[in-house]
């Protein structure tokens, strides 16, 4: 088995279609041709995907599930979730744990009352919500800081740690982050490869994505430092989310917006974005991503195919770097 290729979706700003984006991505794949499939991963076997809900909002676990299943398993408890294992492999790298256990299989809908079988969901629970105070304020029985070594290090490798043992049972795993740099996000950019940043074409969302940038350099210059072997994780790129469109190009101040990320940020900006409308709003009501909706509606073909640009754009640029 290959060694998954992971890639976190993160933005410290909210609204911004994180989870959108990891449920689009993972499941986007079953949707590619046969020839996309061929011209970008070199097979026309549909990759073994992973999701990992890494955030307390839980939007990816109730997007993929729909509202009534998630409640029934996750808050009735009836399923772990990744909030009953960070506190155990953040006290023991090595936590005798099976986490396959807790990965749900056949759990992602597809409409019709099917799952993608070559989509698999570690879901999360709002617990998870008071897990960075928990990393943040640990510190292990007898533990001396080594004045050689960051002593905060071993918090991000927590995640790490927990998918090690999954990790090659999968070709990508995405990781969908709360809207923050916290712990858990820092956790999960350390076991990355990769990072991509959805935003919205305001002021307000483009604004910090210079310091977000800036940040994972910081942590990636620290992980370098102190990790031996540590692969910085890369940026992908920035992908423009809700695009409103008048023939066929963005509207008015929108398209100012995407003209200074152009100009900001250059060839990490995608040249394809994610166009608004009421597709996958509706899908996500119904807990499916926007391929699946028994609709041929514009929007939601639109929006559909929009987001396989963007999943066949992420692939070439990763084979670029590869």
Sequence with gaps: MSRAKVISV??????????????????????????ERMKYLGTTEVPRILLVDNDAQ?????????????EDLIIGKKMGTIADLYIPFLENENADIDVNSYIMKWAVHCGGGGGYPQVELLPSHQELIFTDMDIAVYSPAGYKANMKLDPRVYKFQVLENMLRQVRDNYDYIFIDCPPNLNFITQNALYLSDYYLVPTKLDFLSVYGLSYIISKVK?????????????????????????VKEYNKEPKGSQSNMLDRLYNSFGDMVFQNYVTEGDGISYASQLAYPVYAIPTTGTTARKQGDAMLAVLCEMLERINEVD
């Design 10 to 35: 993160i933005n410290w700003k909210g609204g911004v279609g994180k989870t959108t984006m990891v449920h689009h991505l993972g499941t986007g794949f079953t949707h590619l041709s046969d020839e």
């Design 58 to 70: 839980c939007s990816l676990s109730v997007s993929c599930l729909g509202e009534t299943e998630y």
């Design 218 to 242: 910081e942590l990636n210059d620290m992980f370098v430092g102190q990790v031996s072997g540590y692969k910085p994780v890369e940026l992908i790129g920035i992908v423009a989310n809700l």
